[in-house]
């Protein structure tokens, strides 16, 4: 299984997601960061992702090649990330093939309802990795 992690800015939510899903999944899964700049994706790399790539034309490119996509709600928002998404990429992550987990920040004012609303960041991507875990084992997993 193929996974993209994507972040921009400080790089810091990126990070915690790779380390998160190396440390679950070891090496049963391939790790690609996809960064809107090169300090995010230096990071998500350091954090123990296989590959790495930056901007646009990277995350426009591999997107369509993922089975699953990770990062902030922002990434499917033209110019969240304080400008840094660009809008090329939030068509191309949302109209991606691919799976995507969003974790469910407020700084881009969206709010899912049904979401327990501003729970710590640490427990929003513990519960997107248990949501990779039922994909990778397609046990209840959404329609691939």
């Known amino acids: 299984m193929r996974v993209a992690v994507i972040d921009g800015q400080g790089g810091g939510i990126g990070k915690a997601i790779v380390e998160k899903l190396r440390k679950t999944f070891e090496d049963?899964?391939?790790?690609?960061?996809?960064?809107?700049?090169?300090?995010?994706?230096?990071?998500?790399?350091?954090?123990?992702?296989?590959q790495g790539a930056t901007g646009e034309n990277a995350i426009v490119?591999?997107?369509?090649?993922v089975d699953v996509i990770l990062?902030?709600?922002g990434i499917i928002y033209a110019n969240s990330l304080l400008?840094?998404?660009?809008p090329l990429m939030a068509q191309a992550i949302a109209e991606s093939p691919a799976l995507k987990i969003l974790i469910p920040l407020n700084k881009?004012?969206?709010?899912?309802?049904g979401v327990e609303y501003n729970k710590p960041l640490p427990s929003y991507i513990d519960?997107?990795?248990?949501?990779?875990?039922?994909?990778h084992n397609d046990e209840e997993a959404p329609s691939k």
Not at 83 to 86: I, R
């Open 71 to 73: 990062g902030p709600i």
């Open 61 to 65: 490119y591999n997107v369509s090649k």
């Open 28 to 50: 049963h899964i391939e790790l690609i960061a996809l960064g809107t700049n090169s300090l995010a994706t230096s990071l998500m790399l350091k954090a123990g992702a296989d």
């Open 108 to 113: 881009c004012k969206i709010v899912v309802a």
């Open 83 to 86: 400008g840094e998404l660009t």
């Open 127 to 135: 519960d997107a990795i248990e949501l990779v875990k039922v994909y």
